[in-house]
């Protein structure tokens, strides 16, 4: 009997301290959303962005890989090919249409690794909440990012949302070092994109003292040039 007194006491004990802790803003661990909005992890894979190259051009090259490799089968593309006289990407077809269903994405990224062209990359926003199943599809319009380098969003006026971090990309796509190689660390592997120019390595990758260091070297908008081609 005594003992299961002994125990309510401290289970009592850790809830009273919580409480207080709570009361005191010390432990808190909620945030005043919308008002606050939480700070994503540096790999969070929110909503999906088509990028453009810094001239304007389109990344997306209407390759369909995004389509295929989509577990969820969520992403759906039409190429088309490019004008002569006013071409939209630099490869010989463009995604003409581009339409992803949020409903059915599992945000798992696989689309994002299959692109050869860096065209489709995720962002941290995920407030995407909708009344109805229409607005839930994304189509060219709202995933294309601007010539100035802005994101569009499917309501641009929503409280609910921090459009700003449309304009974040995600760690991942910035990791450097594949497979744990020194030789790697702070090379930049991917192109320069429309309104950020080229992205800074993932912090943790370089350590965190080089990532926010990081400075956009003269040779590094050749993201071809490796290590191993320079021996």
């Known amino acids: 009997m005594m003992g299961i007194i002994g125990d309510l006491l401290k289970g009592m004990g850790v809830t009273g ?28 894979h929110g909503r999906h962005v088509l990028n453009r190259y810094e001239d304007g051009m389109e990344k997306c090259i209407g390759c369909e890989l995004c389509a295929g490799a989509c577990p969820a089968r969520c ?23 581009y339409e992803i269903n949020m409903l059915r994405c599992i945000f798992c990224a696989l ?9 489709i990359t995720m962002t941290h926003l995920f407030e995407m909440s909708t009344t109805n199943r229409e607005d839930a599809i994304y189509t060219k319009t709202e995933l294309l990012i601007n010539e100035d380098g802005s994101a569009n969003h499917m309501f641009p006026d929503d409280r609910l949302a921090n459009l700003s971090e449309l304009l974040q990309a995600d760690g991942w796509m910035r990791a450097t070092a594949p497979q744990g190689r020194v030789e790697y660390e702070g090379i930049p592997g ?29 040779d590094a908008t050749s993201p071809e040039v490796q290590p191993d081609e320079e021996e």
């Open 75 to 97: 992403i759906y593309v039409r190429g088309k090919e490019n004008p002569a006289d006013a071409p939209v990407s630099p490869g010989e077809r463009f995604g003409f249409v």
């Open 111 to 119: 689309c994002v690794e299959a692109c050869p062209t860096e065209a």
């Open 17 to 44: 301290r919580q409480m207080i802790a709570t009361i005191f803003g010390d432990g808190m661990i909620t945030t005043e959303y919308p008002k606050e909005f939480r700070e994503k992890p540096d790999r969070f």
């Open 190 to 218: 991917w192109t320069p994109s429309a309104g950020v120019g080229l992205r800074p390595p993932e912090v943790g990758q370089s350590g965190d003292a080089a990532a926010r260091d990081f400075t956009l070297p003269d």
